[in-house]
């Protein structure tokens, strides 16, 4: 019923910059919070930005300063703009979001299928 569709990363090197998308579509009444999550090799998956629907934002304290994440709730769309890029940065980067959709009206997380991001040193 709803699908979230990365896009962006890439390989880059130390200092460098990358912006990601994720655009959600489907049967979709509302969504809360729309974020980033990232899972390195061997490492748990963390939360990077979330952003709520009323602009409210927290980051991963390594990330602050470097990353900012935005959306446009016209096109139900999370963006992260990636500054500074380190090596420390590698990962596998998900897009998340709390949907609710036409049928139940209910929220549920969504995830997309993840977009690889690699910093060269």
């Known amino acids: 019923q709803v699908q979230l569709v990365e896009s962006g990363g890439g390989l880059v090197q130390a200092g460098g910059s990358l912006g990601l998308s994720c655009a959600a579509s489907?049967?979709?009444?509302?969504?809360?919070?729309m974020g980033w999550y990232r899972q390195a090799p061997g490492k748990q998956r963390e939360l990077v930005a979330v952003?709520?629907?009323?602009?409210?934002?927290n980051y991963l304290d390594s990330v602050k300063g470097r990353f900012t994440i935005s959306r446009d709730n016209a096109k139900n769309t999370v963006y992260l703009q990636m500054n500074s890029l380190q090596p420390e940065d590698t990962a596998v980067y998900y897009c998340?979001?709390?949907?609710?959709?036409?049928?139940?009206?209910?929220?549920?997380?969504?995830w997309g299928q993840g977009t690889q991001v690699t910093v060269s040193s």
């Open positions: 952003v709520s629907r009323g602009g409210r934002i």
């Open positions: 998340n979001a709390e949907v609710a959709v036409v049928v139940t009206r209910a929220y549920r997380n969504y």
């Open positions: 489907g049967s979709i009444v509302s969504i809360d919070d």
